[in-house]
């Protein structure tokens, strides 16, 4: 099992690694929406904390769909998922490999977020900033699997790209208000204890979506 | 018959409405190789994939290794080898990097030298680094028959391996077949007309609307003389 997710995981960083793709498309989207978010609310006032936290989900979660559905795509482009499906790894490993992948992307895509976020509303380098990466990979790892699976059924359907925030923002708004909430919170200075309650609501949502992926997957990819 | 490697008992297979497949029953035994015939749009394609376990038969069952597909251990997998239309290799990876690739994940030891001594066989080792989208089609070709046979599968289900071939290519894939025979895997592959390997019995089956039949003796033999005179 981990022969084929090491094989499988290698070979999409190394597909990005020679095109950039993916990296391109995440970092550009999330400049774009966070510019959008400081033109509408401006960098300063009263509420900057949460407007940052709000601009730092909103630019996550829409890189995020870009990124796993990316990785999917790819797949399915050249005909390859076929080959995969056809190898001995396991259906739940290929969706292991992928959920890994979109994971590293988001990562990728969350570094340089966090790092406009600073530029774009005078935050300041530090505690608050490092707190957020629980907060910020509970997140994502949930967003991943979410999306990694909703990829794979909006893959089989013209226009799935289209599709896939459509269904995956619904299904995300749970974590999405606890990333948003947590996020705020750490933001304007507080400790981690007094976000608990948002960081065990994404760590059930994490729980619940990779879980569904891992079972599920097998039976969305496979062709009728 | 405890050597068929797969079995087909009355396989059907609609894509809404519309039967591609009907009445499908035929076996792959070790050590055979059979060709399967039929014209443009009869569901020769479609037959490589359920066969594969890819697309689900709409009626019927089927059997690889003595499992239904869907039921089948992934490890098991590692048994069948299957060409495809599409060629399921990397367009932004080099010739080499797929082949490795699929070696890892076949879990072929020393995935990088048995991917270097394949492309030998294949005669493309020298382009072994360039990407997979700068090569031509018959090269692809040649490529994916290495990728499906890469792991010496029990079951070979090749869709159309000739086609792009240059005669070079064709006594390639000839010489791979027999090669496979004579480790007692079975092959089966399709074709656009019937087509004989030197040194091979090749079962020859015509695929239409009615189902595969198998081609009589005399047919065969009319068939493959019809298509000679014409070459």
Sequence with gaps: ?224 | MTDAVLQAYRISKFFGDRPVLHGINFAARSGQAAVVVGRNGVGKSTLIRVFCGLARPSAGRLLLFGEEPFRLAAPQFRRLGVLLHQTLLYPNLSAQENLEFYGEIYGVAEPAAHAAQWLARIGLQRVAGEPVSALSRGMEQRLAIARAMLADPDLILLDEPFAALDPDGVQMLAALIKEALARQAAVVFTAHAPLEIEGVDLGLFRLDSDGLKPFKEENRRRAIRSLLRRH
Aim: with cysteine; glycine share 10%; aromatic share 8%.
């Design chain 1, 1 to 224: 099992m981990l022969e084929g997710f090491g094989a499988i995981v290698r070979k999409d960083l190394r597909l990005e690694v020679r095109s950039g793709e993916s990296t391109v498309a995440l970092v550009s989207l999330s400049l774009l929406i966070l510019v959008v978010m400081v033109l509408a609310f401006g960098p300063g006032g009263a509420r900057r904390a949460e407007v940052a936290a709000g601009a730092l989900w909103i630019a996550l979660i829409f890189a995020g769909t870009l990124g796993a559905s990316r990785a999917l795509m790819a797949e399915r482009e050249s005909g390859c998922i076929r080959g995969l499906l056809l190898s001995p790894v396991e259906p739940a490993t290929i969706y292991a490999a992928k959920l890994a992948v979109a994971l590293i992307f988001m990562a990728e895509a969350g570094v340089a977020v966090l790092v406009m976020l600073v530029l774009f509303f005078n935050l300041e380098f530090g505690g608050g900033l490092l707190r957020l990466i629980p907060v910020f990979l509970l997140g994502a790892l949930g967003l991943s699997a979410l999306c990694t699976l909703l990829a794979t059924v909006s893959g089989r359907v013209r226009a799935g790209g289209m599709l896939l925030p459509v269904l995956v923002v619904p299904l995300f708004t749970p974590a999405l208000i606890a990333g948003s909430k947590a996020s705020a919170a750490l933001l304007a200075g507080q400790s981690l204890g007094a976000v608990a309650t948002w960081l065990k609501l994404l760590c059930a949502f994490d729980v619940l979506f990779v879980t569904a992926g891992y079972l599920l997957f097998e039976h969305v990819i496979l062709e009728d």
